[in-house]
């Protein structure tokens, strides 16, 4: 039996050929993802391992955001019998001028100025100067390779550097410096130690204390002492360099295992429209050969022998398949590796990392699932007595459709209700998690319900086929609706993909509606500031804004982290008539800011126990309290946080360092046209480069885009979900037409044309297509109504349905069945009659 299924590979090449494209398409994206998080992973390491080098003890802020370890602790630290060497970090953000004039991007790499450290003062290995010299007078930089490459320096340029809280620094390139790690669009400028100061501290904080220890002392065994040596500080933090690493490497860790399991899920997606095609394919390819082995259980082979022949070709087919996926996927994660960094998303590069964890996955997955979807026919084919298996007629045949039915509408019922009930929740969480569950439940449902479905549904979507193309409509029609299960199995992997499509959709446009009615009702100013990126407003820039002629009201709005009741809290702070530029929605109270003034939404009041006139305690990150009285609530607006407080309470919470301006709202004063003052503010914020001066409707438009941008990327992985469908219809079409040969062989001797052979395979292919699209498009649709009704609390509350995308992935299916058909029906159209009635 082993040699039967070894030479029925080998004389089936065609559909060996088929097969194996079925499993590396399930397999490609799965390895592709693990290889790519697994490079991402190696990439940063590489970056990370150079964090704390040579550092023995570090000393440092507790929370992001503070104003730092007190300066004035240098002293006692350098005092203590087991430290050699105190080393002070200043650093800041900043943003480099290239030589053009421009902001050098990022792309969400960090851009930072910091203190060069001669050689002998720096805790552990210097870096290495690759071109000029280290600065050595006020105005004077280096820069890292990187940087200078990105902003087109050289040694001997000079340029500029915007300091959020100092304005804009004239400063000249003196060097480039190479770092162990230079990760894609890092920017980092190295000022003279007096120069970073100045630019960096308040005089008496620093970012940290870098300690070295002296001769024989265990970082640890200076850790407890400088942990014991220090004034009681809740705020500061005492590591060893090698518990630095591990936190920055659990940090790290948190954000990649999101994209791990971002980029995993589009795995699994294609995994799963790949488990279609598999199925389908050996369900037909069992099918073909029932008269085959119908035979060799009339010579004496068992039920059992045929079933692991059966499973034996799945087996070698799926090892195959497998290795050529892992191939496929190593190269899907280069090109998506290459498309990123072609897009300056700031991502470190590094050589691609296959590891043997992601060979084993991917061969075991993709054998496991192609001998898992070869069971049920194997099973099928096995269990048929030869006499019956050897009429021509039995491989069309099927179990009764009835109790697969009866458990998909039961299933169809339970989800659409669970639909109902998830999006009508009160509580985000719940509701997401209990509309899940009912899409899952009609998912599964429809898969099941789908075959008994597909013939009503063909003849309806294709009733007026035969008399547009006649006798080919006729057989094409025939065709799509001889077989519910393959024809279902067929569709549902398009089914899947245009489902996730839709749904996406329905969320990218609701959510682009939600943000026009919040900017349309919300924003009252003719204008908004805002930065360029993550950077903000300097203040500078505000206040430079805010002194501009013809400005009338000014509203600034500032991010504030401080500690609520224990935990770490984030708000806004905003300074000016927030009621005349910005629409809140009051429930309770006054929108009143000024002094001690404190506004709350109703949902942190229920949670909290506010009411009116009661007194909030916030705490900021060096352990200044301010206490702020609730004088409104508003009703929940994502977009506004939890809780707003005014200038006064943001002053003592956030260290002047740390403040910027994230949004900015103006209007005219009496008499002044919103031309002129657009263009007032733009020469008044030029300066600072990174400031965007943008009415509504730009604004608009703007955050619009944003949302596109995430879509296209969510497009850009769920068209491979698509490409597999497409493949899959083209794969179960040219099995068709092997299984139909003769068929079609007599259909041409009686005088069918090729041409009208073809027509008949297209015709065909987009029947299938087309209702596989249109379940896929009524469950999408479904599905994001009931998620957007879910995250309704969560700033997402105007559903709105994208027609015009809906009908055009319709239209569009019926290009890609005849797209799918092409191959097929050219291979049919080719048969020869002769020979093709002569086969047995």
């Known amino acids: 039996m082993r040699r039967v299924a070894l030479r029925n590979l080998a004389a089936n090449r065609v559909r060996l050929a088929l097969t194996v494209i079925a499993v590396v398409l399930g397999t490609a994206f799965v390895a592709g993802s693990f290889v790519f998080t697994d490079t991402l992973h190696k990439a940063f390491d590489g970056v990370f391992a150079d964090v704390a080098r040579g550092v023995d003890v570090q000393v440092s802020p507790e929370h992001r955001g503070a104003g730092g370890v007190p300066d004035s602790y240098r002293p006692l630290l350098r005092g203590l019998p087991h430290v050699a060497e105190v080393t002070p970090q200043v650093s800041g953000p900043v943003v480099l001028v290239d030589a053009e004039g421009d902001p050098v991007q990022t792309g969400g790499a960090p851009s930072m100025g910091m203190s060069y450290t001669p050689p002998g003062e720096a805790p552990g290995p210097t870096t290495p100067v690759v071109a000029g010299a280290p600065p050595s007078s006020p105005g004077d930089v280096m820069l890292n390779t990187g940087a200078a490459r990105a902003a087109g320096l050289r040694v001997g340029d000079r340029t500029q550097v915007l300091v959020p809280a100092k304005g804009l620094q004239d400063v000249t390139v003196t060097g480039v410096y190479s770092p162990a790690a230079d990760s894609g669009g890092y920017v980092g400028v190295e000022f003279t130690p007096a120069q970073a100061r100045a630019l960096f501290t308040d005089g008496a904080h620093v970012a940290a204390f870098d300690v070295t220890a002296a001769p024989g002392t265990e970082p640890a065994a200076l850790r407890d002492e400088i942990a014991a040596a220090l004034p009681d500080n809740p705020d500061l933090r005492v590591e060893t360099g090698a518990q630095v690493r591990a936190r920055v490497q659990s940090q790290l860790d948190d954000a990649l295992r999101f994209v791990n399991y971002f980029l995993f899920a589009f795995g699994a997606i294609a995994l799963l429209a790949g488990t279609f095609i598999i199925y389908n394919t050996f369900s037909m390819?069992?099918?073909?050969?029932?008269?085959?082995?119908?035979?060799?259980?009339?010579?004496?082979?068992?039920?059992?022998?045929?079933?692991?022949?059966?499973?034996?070709?799945?087996?070698?087919?799926?090892?195959?398949?497998?290795?050529?996926?892992?191939?496929?996927?190593?190269?899907?994660?280069?090109?998506?590796?290459?498309?990123?960094?072609?897009?300056?998303?700031?991502?470190?590069?590094?050589?691609?990392?296959?590891?043997?964890?992601?060979?084993?996955?991917?061969?075991?997955?993709?054998?496991?699932?192609?001998?898992?979807?070869?069971?049920?026919?194997?099973?099928?084919?096995?269990?048929?007595?030869?006499?019956?298996?050897?009429?021509?007629?039995?491989?069309?045949?099927?179990?009764?459709?009835?109790?697969?039915?009866?458990?998909?509408?039961?299933?169809?019922?339970?989800?659409?209700?669970?639909?109902?009930?998830?999006?009508?929740?009160?509580?985000?969480?719940?509701?997401?998690?209990?509309?899940?569950?009912?899409?899952?439940?009609?998912?599964?449902?429809?898969?099941?319900?789908?075959?008994?479905?597909?013939?009503?549904?063909?003849?309806?979507?294709?009733?007026?086929?035969?008399?547009?193309?006649?006798?080919?409509?006729?057989?094409?029609?025939?065709?799509?609706?001889?077989?519910?299960?393959?024809?279902?199995?067929?569709?549902?992997?398009?089914?899947?993909?245009?489902?996730?499509?839709?749904?996406?959709?329905?969320?990218?446009?609701?959510?682009?509606?939600?943000?026009?009615?919040?900017i349309n009702t919300g924003i009252r100013a003719e204008f908004v500031l805002t930065g360029i990126g993550h950077s903000g407003v300097p203040p500078r820039a505000a206040d430079a804004a805010a002194e501009a002629p013809g400005v009338g009201e000014v509203v600034r709005f500032h991010p504030v982290r401080a500690e609520l009741d224990g935990a770490s809290a984030t708000g806004f702070a905003a300074s000016g008539p927030v009621s005349d530029l910005l629409r809140l929605d009051i429930a309770s109270g006054r929108a009143e800011l000024s002094g001690d003034g404190m506004l709350v939404s109703t949902d942190a009041a229920a949670e909290h126990g506010w009411h009116m006139g009661d007194a909030v305690e916030l705490t900021g990150p060096d352990g200044t309290v301010s206490r702020n009285i609730v004088r409104g609530t508003y009703a929940p607006q994502p977009a506004l946080g939890d809780w707003i407080v005014g200038d006064a309470a943001y002053r003592a919470l956030v260290p002047e360092l740390a403040r910027h301006d994230i949004l900015i709202l103006v209007d005219p004063a009496p008499g002044v046209t919103p031309g002129a003052l657009r263009t007032a503010l733009t020469e008044a914020t030029d300066p600072y480069l990174v400031v965007q001066v943008q009415d509504r409707d730009e604004f608009r438009g703007a955050q619009a885009r944003q949302i596109d941008q995430m879509l296209a990327v969510l497009y850009g992985l769920l068209a491979l979900a698509i490409v597999i469908a497409v493949l899959g219809i083209v794969n179960t079409l040219a099995l068709s037409v092997v299984e139909r040969r003769r068929e079609i062989g007599m259909l041409r001797a009686i005088g069918m044309h090729r041409a009208q052979v073809r027509r008949t395979v297209y015709l065909e292919s987009t029947l299938?297509?087309?209702?596989?699209?249109?379940?896929?498009v009524v469950l999408g649709l479904a599905f994001g109504a009931a998620f957007v009704h879910?995250?309704?609390?969560?700033?997402?509350?105007?559903?709105?349905?994208?027609?015009?995308?809906?009908?055009?992935?319709?239209?569009?299916?019926?290009?890609?069945?005849?797209?799918?058909?092409?191959?097929?029906?050219?291979r049919a159209a080719r048969t020869d009659p002769l020979t093709a009635i002569e086969e047995p």
Do not use: C, K
């Open 285 to 518: 390819i069992v099918a073909q050969r029932m008269r085959e082995l119908a035979l060799l259980r009339a010579v004496g082979a068992g039920r059992r022998q045929l079933r692991r022949s059966v499973l034996g070709e799945a087996a070698a087919v799926g090892i195959a398949g497998s290795a050529v996926g892992l191939a496929a996927g190593i190269g899907l994660a280069y090109g998506l590796r290459a498309a990123l960094n072609a897009a300056d998303l700031g991502l470190p590069r590094g050589d691609l990392a296959v590891t043997a964890r992601t060979v084993l996955t991917a061969l075991v997955i993709g054998t496991v699932v192609t001998v898992v979807s070869a069971w049920v026919p194997a099973r099928r084919a096995s269990s048929v007595p030869p006499v019956a298996a050897m009429r021509a007629e039995f491989a069309s045949t099927g179990t009764s459709l009835r109790r697969r039915t009866a458990a998909g509408a039961l299933g169809i019922a339970g989800g659409a209700v669970a639909l109902a009930l998830g999006a009508t929740a009160d509580t985000t969480p719940v509701a997401a998690s209990v509309v899940g569950a009912g899409a899952a439940a009609v998912l599964i449902g429809t898969l099941l319900v789908s075959p008994a479905l597909s013939s009503p549904a063909i003849r309806l979507i294709g009733a007026a086929v035969p008399r547009i193309f006649r006798t080919p409509g006729r057989l094409a029609l025939t065709n799509a609706t001889r077989n519910p299960r393959r024809t279902s199995a067929t569709g549902f992997a398009l089914t899947l993909g245009l489902m996730l499509v839709t749904l996406i959709g329905v969320f990218g446009a609701s959510a682009r509606s939600s943000v026009d009615a919040l």
């Open 768 to 776: 299938i297509a087309v209702y596989g699209a249109v379940i896929g």
């Open 790 to 826: 879910a995250l309704r609390n969560e700033g997402i509350d105007h559903l709105a349905i994208p027609w015009a995308q809906s009908l055009a992935m319709l239209v569009g299916s019926a290009a890609v069945g005849v797209a799918a058909a092409v191959w097929p029906a050219s």
